[in-house]
Nanobody, 120 residues
Framework: VQLQASGGGLVHPGGSLRLSCVVS????????MYWHRQAPGKELELVAQMSRSGVMTVVESVKGRFTIARDNARNTLFLQMDSLKPEDTAVYYCNALIRATGRAGSQSYWGQGTQVTVSS
């Protein structure tokens, strides 16, 4: 099982980016899916999450600006980030609870991270 994140980059304040995370491998089920971020010198922060049924939550600091979505048919997680601020600068990681083929329960898998830099 692998998670491949993409879509990061350099953007001006007020700009937008869309992150994607594709899950590949022999998978029985993908349960919760998550976006985390880690800013320089700070701890890892859970930014947004979405359950298999589509229930989503985002951290207060990004409410109204970030939207999480998933395409279950394509095993893909998205994070639409609008009205970006310099304080959103961080490495963004996708994470998912996945039951792989042949495994009894779900395990947590992580993508490699994608850098988002918001700067003028």
């Amino acid at each position: 099982v692998q998670l491949q994140a993409s879509g990061g980059g350099l953007v001006h304040p007020g700009g937008s980016l869309r992150l994607s995370c594709v899950v590949s491998g022999t998978i029985e089920a993908i349960n919760g899916m998550y976006w985390h971020r880690q800013a320089p010198g700070k701890e890892l922060e859970l930014v947004a999450q979405m359950s298999r049924s589509g229930v989503m939550t985002v951290v207060e600091s990004v409410k109204g600006r970030f939207t999480i979505a998933r395409d279950n048919a394509r095993n893909t997680l998205f994070l639409q980030m609008d009205s970006l601020k310099p304080e959103d600068t961080a490495v963004y990681y996708c994470n998912a609870l996945i039951r792989a083929t042949g495994r009894a329960g779900s395990q947590s898998y992580w993508g490699q991270g994608t850098q988002v830099t918001v700067s003028s």
